[in-house]
């Protein structure tokens, strides 16, 4: 026979604790990894509703997660050919694809709505989002952030979306479709991994630069991030640019070659050379002969070298560089610079750091 003293716990309930109390407790969990976030939103409704926002406020999207991410807006996930034939149909303003939403808006869209920051991890992903875009037209606009994985950025860049004069892919409209109907604030460009040699490019430079140029151009974000760049260092086009090279390659300092201000073996050697083609002799000059060589004579549309950002405006920043943050930087640039003279005044706008952000 138990003791008839046993006290009787109720189980604990948020509701009881006092309202100022329980958003305490919710602004913890929402700000907990996504993983526990999406835990604590199937703990009951009440919890779902007020961690909505939380839930959906950063998006990391890919093949395998696509169609939960998406669970509710009726998407056919298209491949890019078959989406674009899709908008070519006859519907409300010429995009045929908002014929396919149902009439009701579904309440995941409410749900989107409170997306600021997109990871596109895969192509499928950036279909999917395609997809959305044209089916929900109110889903377009601006983003806070918007992460490219370095297989999607690879396919934007060799799909010939901004070079003309090569047959266009469907991976051409994806680009177009992204870069017509989101507007990024701060674009996220993770790089494929570096080739063996380094004098091999990853990309073929015209068509790296088109696109760019094309994203800055049309998206003026405020800040491209480039992340995990090794041997092959993109052009800058935006008014910020940050570059995270990868670590050092080795500790050894590469004195023989560029002298006692010189950084690591790699990176000093990489930066010197990525700052000259930025802002050296002819560096504008060999910026618009690339955009140029893939420029459709044809297309009025086509992008206008003079829209194109100079880097003479641009401020240029390389993370993951302990070598490079540990020197006189104002040496270092002095001696880059030293058969080399910029075209612009570059004081204060290139920084060097060790830490990654
Ligand atoms: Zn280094």
Same mark, same amino acid.
């Given at each position: ?28 969990? $929402? ?9 604590? !939103? *199937?703990?009951?409704? &009440?919890?779902?509703?007020? /961690? ?6 950063? #998006?990391?999207? +890919? ?11 009726? #998407? ?8 674009? $034939?899709?908008?070519?149909? &006859? ?38 989002? &395609? ?8 889903? $377009?606009?601006?983003?806070?952030? #918007? ?10 860049? *060799? ?9 266009? $892919? ?7 479709? #992204? ?9 996220? =460009? ?6 063996? @040699?380094?004098? &091999? ?22 800040? =491209? ?11 800058? /086009? ?6 995270? %090279? /990868? ?8 004195? *023989? ?6 950084? %690591?073996? @790699? ?30 004579? @044809? ?13 003479? +405006? ?8 302990? %070598?490079?943050?540990? /020197?006189?930087? +104002? ?12 075209? %612009?005044?570059?004081?204060? *706008? =290139? +920084?060097?750091? !060790?830490?990654?952000?």
């Amino acid at each position: 026979m138990p003791p008839a003293s046993t006290p009787h716990h109720a189980p604990f309930r948020l509701l009881d604790l006092p309202p100022e109390l329980q958003a305490e407790v919710l602004a913890h969990v $929402s700000a907990l990894p996504s993983a526990n976030v999406n835990a604590a !939103a *199937r703990t009951c409704q &009440a919890w779902n509703a007020r /961690l909505t926002p939380a839930l959906y406020a950063a #998006l990391e999207v +890919d093949r395998t997660n696509r169609r939960a991410v998406f669970a509710g807006l009726g #998407l056919d996930f298209l491949s890019a050919p078959e989406l674009e $034939s899709r908008t070519t149909e &006859a519907g409300p303003g010429g995009n045929g694809a908002a014929a396919y939403a149902p009439h009701q808006p579904p309440p995941k869209l409410g749900k989107l709505a409170h997306t600021t920051r997109i990871s596109l991890r895969d192509v499928p992903a950036a279909q999917a989002l &395609a997809e959305a875009l044209f089916t929900y037209p109110a889903l $377009s606009g601006a983003l806070d952030e #918007l992460t490219f994985s370095a297989s999607l950025f690879r396919y934007l860049v *060799r799909s010939g979306m901004a070079a003309f004069g090569r047959p266009r $892919s469907g991976a051409a409209f994806l680009g177009e479709t #992204l870069v017509a109907r989101l507007r990024p604030k701060v674009l996220r =460009i993770e790089y494929p991994p570096p080739q063996g @040699t380094l004098a &091999a490019n990853i990309f073929d430079p015209v068509l790296l630069t088109r696109v760019l140029a094309v994203l800055v151009a049309e998206w003026a974000p405020a800040r =491209i991030d480039f992340i995990g760049v090794g041997t092959d260092l993109p052009p800058v /086009l935006g008014a910020h640019t940050r570059v995270f %090279c /990868l670590p050092c390659a080795g500790r050894k300092r590469n004195e *023989r070659v560029w002298g006692e201000n010189a950084g %690591c073996a @790699t990176h000093g050697g990489l930066v010197r050379w990525h700052l000259r083609r930025l802002f050296g002799p002819g560096a504008r000059e060999d910026l618009l002969e690339a955009i140029d060589e893939g420029a459709d004579p @044809t297309d009025d549309g086509d992008i206008q070298p003079d829209g194109v950002p100079s880097a003479a +405006d641009a401020r240029v920043e390389y993370w993951n560089v302990p %070598c490079l943050a540990a /020197l006189d930087r +104002d040496a270092f640039l002095d001696d880059t610079f030293k058969s080399w003279p910029p075209e %612009c005044d570059i004081e204060g *706008r =290139i +920084d060097f750091f !060790a830490e990654g952000a």
